[in-house]
């Protein structure tokens, strides 16, 4: 299986509509986030992370260069990355857990929502911290036995692509 990718760090501002796909000829996508990562990847210019396999994965992918997050904090970063709009817009002010408990408002279309209705098989390994399920409902949701283990992720991030 080929992927064209979106490689992109926590904080990124991605903004996808459905008549965008229906329009493109039909490709795969995979959205990286990454907790803090910034651009400390040597695919965006970083002399000093040692990222060879982020780098490859980037040089087939497509890698935004000029993409500014609307928030630093992680729920509401998520939240603005699935649904493209401010958190002002989409409600979720604050973390999802604990006593903040941010939730987006019901009538946000989140981004599985989006691919699915497009016709996208969709699926999240790790860390989802975006809520309600309704507005964020990946298909397969791979959150459980892997934490931030990076060998435990691989093999989830393998078996979920392997099934399509």
């Known amino acids: 299986m080929r992927f064209v990718s979106i490689l992109?760090?926590?904080?990124?501002?991605?903004?996808v509509t459905s008549s965008?796909?229906?329009?493109?000829?039909?490709?795969?996508v995979l959205l990286i986030i990454a907790d803090d990562l910034g651009r400390t990847v040597g695919c965006y210019g970083d002399k000093v992370a040692?990222?060879?396999?982020l780098d490859r994965f980037a040089k087939s992918a497509t890698r935004f260069t000029r993409a500014y997050g609307?928030?630093?904090?992680?729920?509401?970063s998520r939240?603005?990355?699935?649904?493209?709009?401010?958190t002002h817009q989409n409600g979720m002010y604050g973390l999802q857990h604990g006593?903040?408990?941010?939730?987006?408002?019901?009538w946000v279309v989140g981004l599985p929502n989006l691919l699915r209705a497009a016709g996208y098989w969709t699926g999240i390994i790790a860390k989802i911290h975006v809520g309600p399920k309704a507005v964020y409902d990946w298909e397969v949701e791979m959150t459980k036995?892997?934490?931030?283990?990076?060998?435990?992720?691989?093999?989830?991030?393998?078996?979920f692509i392997g099934q399509r």
């Open 8 to 15: 992109i760090g926590v904080g990124f501002y991605l903004s």
């Open 20 to 28: 965008a796909f229906a329009q493109a000829p039909r490709k795969n």
């Open 50 to 53: 040692h990222t060879p396999n």
């Open 70 to 76: 609307t928030t630093a904090s992680c729920s509401p």
């Open 79 to 86: 939240s603005t990355i699935y649904s493209g709009l401010f």
């Open 99 to 106: 006593p903040h408990a941010a939730q987006s408002h019901a």
């Open 145 to 159: 036995g892997g934490g931030r283990n990076p060998v435990e992720l691989a093999k989830n991030a393998k078996a």
